[in-house]
């Protein structure tokens, strides 16, 4: 698995959820290819410092989604990304949630979201191909 992941313990986010989504959004985006083997359950858990059975509802519900598939003795592997048109949206969608997950603490107003995203938005580079 060329990707990573964390948990963080102080979010509001079940761990397992924080592992699921981020997890969907890099098959979704192609860092994790059709074909890539998600590292095993136990060194998953080893690595993020979480339960077994964590890792295994991810992967479960992964699969349920038809994302990736449990192979046995194989692991569990990447079977498919999304192509759909709507894939940019929803992409964008989870990066919404992760960033809601992330600030969510703060408790900030409407009005001091947009500006950071505004303030971001501005600061970052356009791509020559626009």
Do not use: C, W
Not at 43 to 57: E, M, S, W
Not at 67 to 90: M, N, S, W, Y
């Amino acid at each position: 698995m060329s990707a990573t992941v964390t948990i963080d313990p102080t979010s509001t986010v079940a761990p397992y959820e924080q592992l699921r989504s981020q997890l969907a959004f890099q098959v979704r985006s192609g860092a994790l290819a059709v074909g890539d083997r998600l590292p095993t359950v136990r060194q998953l858990a080893n690595d993020l410092g979480i339960a077994k059975n964590t890792v295994v509802r991810a992967f479960r519900e992964l699969e349920e989604s038809g994302l990736v598939i449990g192979a046995g003795r194989r692991g569990t592997i990447v079977l498919a990304r999304p192509e759909a048109p709507t894939d940019r949206q929803q992409l964008i969608i989870e990066a919404a949630h992760r960033f809601h997950d992330e600030i969510s603490t703060l408790r900030p107003t409407l009005e001091e979201v947009v500006k950071a995203i505004q303030v971001t938005m501005a600061a970052m580079p356009s791509d020559p191909a626009d």
